[in-house]
């Protein structure tokens, strides 16, 4: 449950128990693609055990630039605006990762009042948090005059 916490911040502790019923669980060796970038797969997933890699081509290579660990999520953008993935995401080790369906998410939503606005908050959250760390990263000194 602490992984689910990690990344669903206002979900309910009943949310939990009905958000892990409907997860699949499936396991990957290491470099083993969990989802390439394009790739229209609409499923939220969560790593449960493990870590990943976060690539994006640039200029014909493949540049890592984030890492995934337990309790991460990846997808959550596809699923929100039901396109093609971002980015390719790549096991480093022998990962353990659990699949939402959007199928799954809609009965969630159908069976749980007020499910999914406290699912999509916490997505709107983490989306947020994930911004702020990449300006961080990426926006100190840009505009600086010298």
């Known amino acids: 449950m ?4 990690k990344s669903f911040k206002f ?19 290491p470099e083993t693609v969990l989802i390439k970038e394009g790739e ?22 493949s540049v890592p630039f984030s890492e995934l660990r337990t309790g ?3 997808g959550e953008m596809s699923l929100i605006e039901q396109r093609g993935a971002s980015a390719t995401v790549i096991c480093n ?6 699949v939402l369906t959007i ?4 009965e969630l939503v159908n069976m749980l009042p007020g499910f999914e606005a406290r699912f999509y908050h916490s997505l709107a959250y983490l ?19 010298g």
């Open 127 to 145: 989306l947020s948090v994930r911004l702020r760390e990449t300006n961080e990263i990426v926006v100190p000194g840009m505009f600086s005059s």
């Open 11 to 29: 979900l309910t502790s009943a949310d939990f128990v009905q958000l892990q019923k409907k997860m699949r669980i499936f396991e990957s060796t």
């Open 2 to 5: 602490e992984r689910l916490n």
């Open 93 to 98: 080790e022998a990962c353990k990762i659990a």
């Open 72 to 74: 991460d999520i990846y």
């Open 103 to 106: 199928s799954d998410l809609k």
């Open 40 to 61: 229209q797969k609409q499923a939220l997933f969560l790593i449960q055990e493990g870590s990943a890699r976060v690539e994006k081509e640039f200029l014909g290579a």
